[in-house]
Nanobody, 123 residues
Framework: QVQLVESGGGLVQAGGSLRLSCAAS????????AAWFRQAPGKEREFVGG????????YYADSVKGRFTISRDNAKNTVYLQMNSLKPEDTAIYYC????????????????WGQGTQVTVSS
């Protein structure tokens, strides 16, 4: 059974940093692309960034480019989201997902999802 489990969320002041982790059981990341999405109250789920599992190539939303970094540890079957220079508008539930590279910004593309972890940035 495939499972994705996120951790690392919390409350941080604006300008601070957090690192989220997503550990996969089974062969979730063999789907080839691991991504982070976020959803704020009353808003649609949006793509934050993703990584191609084999090549390590990364892709980011414009809103987080230069502040967030995605990395992976193949041996641990884990993907990370390092978030720096956090802003109040980054407040959301962050989800890890695994799917194919095609249409990677679209939530419907993803087969597996984690339960989400809350990130709150205070001003």
């Amino acid at each position: 059974q495939v499972q994705l489990v996120e951790s690392g969320g919390g409350l941080v002041q604006a300008g601070g940093s957090l690192r989220l982790s997503c550990a996969a059981s089974g062969r979730a990341f063999s789907s080839s692309f691991a991504a982070w999405f976020r959803q704020a109250p009353g808003k649609e789920r949006e793509f934050v960034g993703g990584i191609r599992w084999t090549s390590g190539s990364t892709y980011y939303a414009d809103s987080v480019k230069g502040r967030f970094t995605i990395s992976r540890d193949n041996a641990k079957n884990t993907v990370y989201l390092q978030m720096n220079s956090l802003k109040p508008e980054d407040t959301a539930i962050y989800y890890c997902a695994a799917g194919s590279f095609i249409a990677y910004t679209r939530p419907a593309n993803y087969e597996y999802w984690g339960q989400g972890t809350q990130v709150t940035v205070s001003s």
